[in-house]
């Protein structure tokens, strides 16, 4: 029984939650450079504190819809390792502080691999799927970016 935070961010129409401690820095969206022949959800590269790190559109890596900047768009800069990424989500909405009782196992049905879930939690009356971003990535997309 140990008190855990998690960042709340939205995708489409749900909420996801990833824990706080995996992540750097909440920055806003800036304009990616492109960088050719990557998978689609690789939506470029960014000066981050001067260094470059790749940008992933988790709508796209996940298939819950195309990715559009709007003025609640916000980038979640992710430590993968030694690396850094920064993953678009549609909002940020809050940090929430639960109980690791509160947190159940993941769903057996979801639209996103059950390899990313950590968990579902309880929020009020909206149920949280807990993420697990630095397994966002194959062994071989890591590849991909080192060589961004």
């Excluded at 050719?36 to 960014?46: H, Q, S």
């Excluded at 909206?126 to 080192?146: H, N, P, S, Y």
């Amino acid at each position: 029984m140990a008190d855990v935070q998690y960042v709340i961010f939205r995708l489409e129409d749900e909420y996801y939650g990833a824990d706080i401690r995996n992540i750097q820095e909440i920055i806003l969206p800036k304009i990616p450079t492109k960088v050719p022949n990557n998978p689609d959800f690789i939506e470029g590269v960014i000066d981050y504190r001067n260094k470059v790190i790749p940008i992933l559109d988790l709508k796209k890596r996940f298939k819950l819809g195309i990715g559009e900047y709007t003025k609640d768009t916000k980038f979640i800069v992710v430590q993968l390792g030694d690396k850094h990424i920064a993953v678009v989500v549609d909002e940020v909405t809050e940090i929430f502080r639960t109980d690791t009782d509160n947190i159940g196992e993941p769903p057996e049905m979801t639209r996103i691999g059950k390899d990313y879930i950590t968990g579902v939690a309880h929020l009020g009356e909206r149920l949280i799927i807990l993420l697990d971003l630095a397994k966002v990535l194959t062994v071989d997309e890591q590849l991909i970016l080192e060589s961004l």
